[in-house]
């Protein structure tokens, strides 16, 4: 798996990992539960990262990329 983004928190993670599994590309959440167990509420310290298989790496980056674009 590889890391396509980082974000300040989970939800925005999560909307992206929707945007993403809509298009047909599986992603995964990664560290959304470590600053609650942690502890950590500086968003400095630790980033909630969006991973996707290898193989979708690519796709998801422009997909991602095209969004951002958007807003």
């Given at each position: ?15 992206a ?28 310290l630790l ?12 796709e ?7 969004c951002?674009?958007?807003?």
């Amino acid at each position: 798996m590889k890391v396509v983004g980082k974000y300040p928190n989970a939800f925005s993670a999560n909307v992206a990992k929707g945007m993403l599994e809509n298009e047909g590309i599986p992603a995964q959440v990664l560290n959304e539960y470590l600053p609650l167990v942690a502890g950590v509420v500086n968003s400095d310290l630790l980033s909630i990262e969006l991973a996707v298989r290898d193989e979708d790496y690519s796709e998801a980056k422009r997909l991602l990329a095209a969004c951002s674009n958007a807003e």
